[in-house]
């Protein structure tokens, strides 16, 4: 099976989450969990935040080419050129 990605603002805690519904019995619908305390994000939780850009100060030309993919890569999930 493929895989995708959905690109969203990671909120601080379930209350502000754009994947929660219910307002009496909140649930988690991309973990298919209740939530328990609105307040946090628990470990549970299925988003995970975007790798850091990697530094290129001094690198060789192979560690130059893989750094400037990585960084590529983030841009083309993130929408910027």
């Known amino acids: 099976m493929s895989k995708s ?3 969203l603002d990671t909120p ?3 209350a502000s989450c754009a994947l929660r519904s219910g ?3 909140p ?3 991309a973990n298919r969990r209740d939530i328990t305390d609105l307040s946090i ?3 549970w939780c299925p988003l995970k935040p975007l790798p850091k850009y990697r530094s290129m100060e001094k690198p060789g ?4 080419g893989e ?3 990585w960084n590529r890569c983030i841009d083309e999930i ?3 050129s």
């Open 12 to 14: 601080k805690y379930c």
């Open 23 to 25: 307002i009496l019995h």
């Open 67 to 69: 750094m400037h993919g």
């Open 41 to 43: 994000r628990p470990d």
């Open 78 to 80: 993130t929408g910027k």
């Open 5 to 7: 990605v959905l690109v």
């Open 61 to 64: 030309e192979y560690e130059y």
């Open 27 to 29: 649930f988690c619908r």
